[in-house]
């Protein structure tokens, strides 16, 4: 085992899109463990949109990123050492850990992963917070039925093609909003949505009355702005608008003036109502269980874009919003 241990740190704040300048790789002596404590290789680490707002410095429902220090981010791996009676080595744990290689935890912020139900990089995906963010927008908020139209935008990001999915379980009509043909594709013909936009090449209005002749009835909303405010012209009698993510404002550095829907809300009997996942924590098991089961069964696939090595996350996590990925976006720091 390496006696060095490289992290990444956030080194100034992003202005609009993130940059490569801020961030930066360091290293240092790998940490040494007291009782109860134990040391966690990184196998996998995730980037989700929601790290760029923590970014900016500002507390929302959740604390800001401090400056040179290692940001911390959902990653699963293996327990190398233990002083810790609840975990053993060799174990795969997932919990909230630094951008390193290495880290440690008192075992109080991870749980553990049965590597043998499903891959364990799927506790970062489907069956993990993306998944249970899904599963509880859709069928907590959205109350989805069998027969509805459901519209979800950033469709083919981890969030957006679980949600697509777990609808199509449930019986609705799915319509899934993305910007390239080889997503929308990906939507059509392996995870059976019945219609795609690509809003790149497509008037979003347009396509939606067409795609939504009886108008829409749930809209998972995750990428807010233009194609939102399109969505939001054709919702029924009682609709529901899950606000999931916001992916296209979170670079902004003003606050766009958009379309003031209350009235349509007022006049439709139409909710709205925004989330966060950690909103469902004393449910995660339920969502945990039931993701499981659909993957096993094979009612609910998955796919995963994987780059390889600690020192390109940041490239990674600003593929995000270039729109590089299709499916849950993962960085491979060492092998399993």
Do not use: H
Request: proline residues 3%.
């Amino acid at each position: 085992m390496s006696t060095l241990n490289r992290s990444i740190k956030l080194v100034s704040r992003p202005q609009g899109m993130p940059t490569y300048e801020n961030f930066e790789l360091v290293t240092n002596s790998l940490p040494t463990i007291n009782e109860g404590e134990l040391l966690i290789r990184t196998i996998y680490l995730s980037v989700d949109p929601y790290m760029r707002g923590r970014m900016n410095g500002v507390k929302t429902y959740v604390d800001p990123f401090q400056l040179n220090e290692v940001l911390i981010g959902g990653v699963v791996g293996e327990v190398v050492e233990s002083k810790n009676n609840d975990f053993k080595t060799g174990e795969i744990v997932e919990g909230r850990l630094g951008w390193s290689d290495f880290s440690v935890s008192n075992g109080s912020n991870i749980r553990k992963i049965d590597p043998t139900l499903a891959p364990i990089s799927t506790s970062l995906g489907v069956v993990g917070m993306p998944g249970l963010t899904a599963y509880f927008g859709l069928l907590d908020i959205g109350k989805a039925k069998e027969g509805e139209t459901v519209v979800i935008s950033g469709a083919a990001g981890a969030v957006g093609m679980v949600a697509g999915q777990i609808a199509k379980i449930k019986g609705c009509r799915v319509i899934g909003i993305a910007g390239s043909e080889e997503k929308v594709n990906y939507l059509s013909n392996q995870l059976g949505f019945d219609q795609t936009i690509n809003y790149k090449t497509e008037n979003v209005l347009d396509a939606l009355k067409a795609a939504c002749p009886s108008g829409v009835d749930i809209y998972f909303d995750n990428v807010g702005g233009e194609i939102s405010d399109a969505v939001i012209k054709l919702i029924n009698y009682k609709a529901r608008i899950i606000v999931c993510g916001q992916i296209s404002q979170y670079n902004n550095e003003q606050i766009e003036t958009g379309p003031r829907i209350q009235g349509q809300l007022i006049q439709r009997s139409a909710l709205m109502q925004g989330f966060i996942v950690s909103d469902y924590a004393d449910r995660f098991g339920e969502g945990y269980r039931q993701l499981g089961k659909w993957v096993k069964e094979g009612r609910l696939q998955y796919r995963e874009n994987v780059v390889d090595g600690l020192e390109n996350a940041p490239d990674a996590f600003i593929g995000l919003f270039r729109g590089d990925n299709i499916g849950k976006q993962l960085v491979r720091v060492s092998e399993e």
